[in-house]
């Protein structure tokens, strides 16, 4: 496991395990911050803390989950220590899926983008977490070191948010969604 081979001091596992994880937790902190200055510095305060931790590692989550965790803290910590709030926009990425119409696409993925600028930070964190990147709960739990009832709580009105706002972006009338659920 890479894990303990960092902890024993191998720098090629470091590496290894910086190169898979990279490009994922840039991707999910931008969803905190959009200087692209700052996501690579929260990265390598992830990483360095990976490092100095790796001993500490006993299996009690996925390695993914606990690399997660540590960049979402230090994520937390970057935007505090420089008074900066999270971004209040969404932006999916680009290309994710097969296509069939990027046009299509693209503007779905606009109009999600625009509903999911009413969400607050902490729930679009958790939809990403949860929808984006295909964590259970009780992973989100540990990565945001909450309580899962609280990331059900912010999952559940996160999607009450959406029902209710998406149908307005796509210009259908308020009467029109009284009734679905």
Not at 40 to 66: L, P, Y
Not at 121 to 132: C, F, N, P, S
Request: glycine share 8%; proline share 4%; net charge positive.
């Amino acid at each position: 496991m890479l894990l303990q081979r960092m902890a024993m001091g191998d720098r090629a596992a470091l590496e290894t395990l910086y190169r898979a994880y990279h490009g994922g937790l840039c991707r999910f902190l931008s969803r905190l911050t959009r200087r692209a200055d700052l996501i690579e510095e929260i990265v390598n305060d992830c990483f360095w803390i990976a490092w100095r931790k790796a001993g500490s590692f006993h299996g009690d989550s996925r390695v993914s989950t606990w690399i997660m965790g540590i960049a979402y803290r230090c994520g937390l910590k970057a935007l505090r220590q420089r008074g900066d709030e999270p971004v209040d926009d969404y932006a999916l990425r680009e290309g994710r899926g097969p296509s069939h119409d990027p046009d299509a696409d693209r503007e779905l993925r606009d109009w999600l983008a625009e509903g999911l600028k009413h969400l607050s930070a902490d729930q679009r964190i958790v939809v990403e977490l949860v929808y984006g990147v295909g964590n259970s709960l009780d992973e989100v739990a540990a990565i945001m070191q909450a309580p899962v009832g609280t990331v059900k709580a912010r999952l559940f009105h996160a999607r009450v948010k959406l029902r209710n706002v998406l149908p307005t972006l796509a210009g259908d009338p308020p009467t029109q969604r009284e009734n679905r659920s």
